[in-house]
């Protein structure tokens, strides 16, 4: 590529970039040609007798004209570059859409859980390790966290505290069937005095925990119950 389709090629990007007429002294700095600016103020003028580039105004630089666009697309961009940097942004940001779309998902069946159940339900959700929760509020009407508040505090502590928790959830071993925790058997000692029932789910790839939390006397067998017939609607 020669200097003159070099300095073609540097007006077209940085004007792309930046929506401003370029000079001389710009394409020197931001491109690194080795010449000086009077050879670069020379090769722009070219360009202008071409009707490759023209000036907008007496003191600005110069921008593409039409033509300068249409041999810039025919003959200088890199077309496989764009190709990979194009494939590449599709693909994150699809992956972005999909787990967007798993985590709304996600969140209407932990809504469901709430209204199904007198415990707190949470979930994982995907892409941005993060844990949801609703009803809180329903195992702070249990005679036992009425008592002592300190255990409804603990409580609260340990689920906004989402790398502790996941990583605990991830330590346990989790199965595509619910398993019921009581008691002490849950290793965070913040919710030792409470039951967890938790399953692994998979939808569109992507995976993470569902489950309930609440006092060590919930109904067990209906919510592993639950917990299955939620399962069924997120396959």
């Not at 300068?68 to 003959?75: A, L, N, V, W």
């Not at 496989?80 to 494939?87: I, L």
């Amino acid at each position: 590529m020669d200097r003159r389709t070099q300095v073609l090629k540097a007006i077209v990007q940085h004007f792309i970039s930046t929506a401003e007429p370029v000079g001389s002294n710009t394409i020197i700095v931001s491109y690194k040609f080795q010449v000086s600016p009077a050879t670069i103020r020379n090769e722009m003028g070219s360009l202008e007798k071409e009707g490759l580039i023209y000036q907008p105004h007496t003191s600005s630089g110069r921008v593409p004209t039409e033509l300068g666009y249409r041999k810039y697309i025919e003959e200088i961009a890199d077309h496989e570059a764009a190709r990979k940097k194009a494939h590449l942004l599709v693909t994150d940001v699809w992956q972005e859409y999909q787990a967007e779309k798993v985590r709304e998902k996600i969140y209407d069946i932990v809504n469901l859980l709430a209204r199904a159940t007198d415990n707190v339900s949470f979930a994982t959700t995907p892409g941005n390790r993060r844990t949801f929760f609703l009803g809180l509020s329903n195992i702070l009407k249990q005679p036992e966290f009425q008592q002592d508040p300190s255990r409804a505090s603990q409580v609260v502590e340990m689920l906004e505290n989402d790398d502790n928790f996941i990583n605990t959830l991830n330590s346990l071993g989790i199965m595509d069937e619910p398993q019921a925790f009581i008691g002490q058997e849950n290793i965070l000692p913040q919710i030792q005095s409470c039951s967890i029932i938790v399953v692994r789910y998979e939808y569109e790839g992507f995976q993470g925990y569902l489950g309930l939390l609440g006092s060590t006397r919930m109904d067990y067998a209906y919510n592993i119950a639950l917990l299955q017939e939620i399962l069924k609607l997120i396959d």
